[in-house]
């Protein structure tokens, strides 16, 4: 009797110490506080996102509610997975940046990973939406929201059962209407977001080129400027030198869909004749001065400095 009750005694510890080993196994590969421990990698950064299923949905006012101590992320460990110039364009610096990770979804087929980050400064809280890929490595990133948005705008974003990522905002116009702007991404195999769809009723903007050196002296009597229209001209201005001079053309075809611009330098060729043929530019235009009229002709091609289905080919008259 008394040693089948030792027998059982015996094995009842064997059973506890298989389950406190199993029980210190479970807790070593458990999730790793990425604040504090040593050694992380993409994967622990990545599963310390709360996981959350589609749709996820933010609007701006979001933002400025408070987030959880619990989901706190050192910028030295973001710095660590995501590159400092996913950032550059809200922050200057991140030393005075505190971040939050809000949500993490994983893709079932592709297998790569959406996180949404927070960033909050004193100025402004922006979300951020990541990309990493099936290895948990940094693919790509876009922000999603920000308190900065101009006041009298809402903003929302989401990302919908379809992995289609959405950017709206909506704003009341001076005139009392509303207007809305529509963006929609998807997630590419080159590892991009790409735009897929935009829609807005936003009134068109009449668009504006500047001449970068209007400013610059006139006193040649070639100098001045030559004219289509607003967006299709050629700024002429003086050179440094005898036989030289300076430019600016801008062009605008085919209803805004083929643009260009270019600034350089002339050198005359013959008289009222000037090349603009830069060493490190394959580009060569020829200028040919006639009265008020000036043309212009592509004696290399320019694709480098316009669309590829127009040219800088044209005739402009001095205003």
Request: charged share 25%; proline share 3%.
């Amino acid at each position: 009797m008394a040693s089948e009750i030792s027998s059982t005694l015996h094995r009842m510890r064997s059973i506890i110490s298989w389950i406190c080993l199993l029980g210190l196994a479970a807790c070593q590969n458990g999730p790793k506080d990425i604040n504090t421990a040593e050694g992380i990698e993409g994967t622990d950064f990545v599963l310390s996102f709360p996981a959350q299923s589609l749709p996820i949905q933010y609007a701006d006012r979001d933002l400025a509610k408070p987030s959880s101590d619990s989901f706190f992320v050192k910028p030295s460990v973001v710095a660590q997975f995501i590159p400092d110039s996913v950032f550059r364009s809200d922050f200057k610096s991140l030393k005075n940046v505190t971040f939050y990770r809000k949500a993490r979804y994983t893709a079932e087929e592709t297998e790569e990973t959406y996180i949404f980050l927070l960033a909050a400064s004193k100025s402004k809280n922006v979300l951020y939406l990541i990309c990493f890929d099936p290895e948990n490595r940094f693919s790509t990133a876009m922000e999603m929201l920000s308190t900065a948005t101009q006041s009298g705008t809402n903003a929302e974003c989401s990302i919908d059962r379809k992995l289609t990522i959405y950017k709206n905002t909506n704003r009341v116009g001076t005139d009392k209407k509303i207007y809305y702007n529509k963006n929609a991404y998807v997630y590419n195999t080159e590892g991009m977001f790409t735009l897929i769809l935009t829609d807005s009723n936003e009134p068109i903007e009449k668009e504006t080129v500047y001449n970068p050196i209007d400013t610059v002296a006139a006193k040649n009597p070639l100098s001045g400027d030559y004219k289509q229209d607003d967006l299709n001209f050629v700024a002429v201005r003086d050179g440094g030198k005898k036989g030289r001079l300076q430019f600016f053309i801008s062009i605008s075809k085919s209803s805004g869909k083929c643009t260009g611009t270019l600034r350089g330098d002339l050198a005359q060729v013959r008289n009222k004749v000037y090349h603009y043929n830069k060493a490190d530019d394959h580009c060569i235009l020829e200028f040919t001065f006639n009265g008020k009229r000036l043309q212009v002709k592509e004696l290399e091609a320019c694709g480098n400095h316009r669309g590829l289905r127009c040219s800088f080919d044209g005739k402009f008259n001095k205003r």
